[in-house]
């Protein structure tokens, strides 16, 4: 009996941290990505039309360049707007450097979105990759 005592003590361990901690909600992916995967996911998901790149910078920021494609929210506006979106699409969100849009990022997980990805870096880490901006 005092061989078993250790394995009983590991399930029991086990299951109570099972319980504690729940399962990983299925199929909800809200992450951090480099410029590199952002761009791939634009590339392979852009023509989706359940898929959006919303740039989270004022208006005057977003004319001076953005990543083709993108529409404009004013992180400052972005609460008020959560109810025009998709809870089950998909989105890449970006902002300057990334200070923005991780807020942003984690009002979308509350408020209960599926599939979100956080430009790491923002438009500032974009550009420096050498990624394509427009005017458009």
Known sequence: MIEVYPLLVLVVVVVLIAGCTGPAESGVIIQTVPPAGASTLIDERGQDPAFAVIDLRRPDEFA?????????????????????LDRNGTYVIYCQRGGRSS???????????????????????????GLPVTLE
Do not use: Q
């Open 64 to 84: 001076a360049g953005h990543v083709p494609g993108a529409i404009n929210i004013d992180s400052r506006e972005f609460e008020g707007r959560l109810t025009d």
């Open 103 to 129: 807020g942003v990022r984690e009002m979308m997980r509350e408020a209960g979105f599926r599939e979100v990805y956080e430009v790491e870096g923002g438009m500032s880490a974009w550009t420096v990759a």
